[in-house]
């Protein structure tokens, strides 16, 4: 995988207008050459899936950062790797004023729709290792399953830059469980159908390295809350088609993975939805002591 938010390049193999066969999921769909595309370019084409079918995040990981580090309105917040606003939408409603930093051109637009039901946000076109923020500006960088794109030094050295004396950092995972039947089941069909899914997986099983670096002047807690979604079979396909990872129409095997995707839902299914489970894992703590 490339440095998180290398130069925006599409590189288009084909467009194709797809209808999923006894779904309602209807998009224009574009199959990439993942092997050489940033993480901006791997997003760019399942925007709209990001947004319908991606979990939010556990409202109560706001009561605990209120408890925990008294967020309150006056706080200023930069959500590094926003993507289509999940954790904005989380926060922004607490009042405190919010930058939204994302490299990818599509989701950047999501959020500037977002953006006209905030007036306390402002999204901007920058990465992770160059927000164009102010020095010592930021009360708390919040990262919602971004992280692990991110250049390991460079992010580390514009994080200590932007934030305030004391600053404080969160950075948010939905880790969807495997120990589960379901989560198992469903691993094991990513495991066949997938562009790169290991590679993936194996880099945000990486972040424990990556976050004590982060922290190593610091310290950090983790704290981790239950999340859920609820999914028809067109949800799940929809879920599916929504990771960097997928095999979008025009691939080899797409078809297949629709087909395992349908007998997945039909073993695990109750009253025509399947439970997709998470841990929503959250770091949180401070670069300085």
């Not at 467009?15 to 769909?29: D, E, F, R, S, W």
């Not at 396909?237 to 078809?255: E, I, T, V």
Request: hydrophobic share 35%; proline share 3%; with cysteine.
């Amino acid at each position: 995988m490339l440095i998180y938010y290398s130069t925006i390049l599409y590189t288009y193999l084909t467009a194709i207008q797809y209808k999923q066969p006894n779904t309602g999921i209807h998009h224009v769909l574009t199959a990439m050459d993942v092997s050489d595309s940033s993480p901006a370019d791997r997003f760019a084409n399942c925007v709209e899936l990001y947004l319908k079918y991606r979990p939010s995040y556990p409202p109560a990981i706001v009561d605990f950062l209120q408890e925990q580090y008294h967020l309150n309105a006056d706080h200023e917040i930069a959500d590094i790797g926003a993507g289509v606003g999940h954790s904005t939408r989380l926060l922004a409603p607490l009042g405190c004023y919010i930058y939204a930093i994302e490299p990818s051109q599509q989701m950047f637009n999501e959020l500037v729709k977002l953006g006209r039901q905030f007036p306390n946000f402002t999204a901007r076109l920058e990465t992770a290792e160059d927000t164009n923020l102010d020095a010592h500006s930021i009360d708390f960088i919040v990262c919602g399953q971004s992280f692990h794109w991110f250049d390991k030094l460079m992010a580390k050295n514009e994080f200590e830059r932007i934030l305030k004396p004391q600053g404080v950092v969160i950075l948010m995972w939905n880790s969807w469980k495997l120990d589960t039947a379901f989560g198992k089941a469903y691993d094991k069909l990513l495991q066949q159908y997938s562009t790169d899914y290991t590679e993936v997986s194996h880099k945000t099983e990486a972040n424990e390295e990556k976050i004590a670096y982060l922290f190593k002047s610091g310290s950090y807690t983790t704290t981790t809350f239950a999340n859920s979604q609820y999914f028809d079979l067109e949800g799940l396909q929809g879920r599916y088609m929504s990771s960097s990872y997928a095999l979008l129409p025009g691939m080899d095997d797409h078809d297949k993975a629709m087909q395992a995707l349908e007998e997945l839902f039909n073993d695990f299914q109750q009253d025509g939805q399947v439970e997709f489970a998470y841990d929503c894992v959250v770091y949180h703590g401070r670069l300085q002591s």
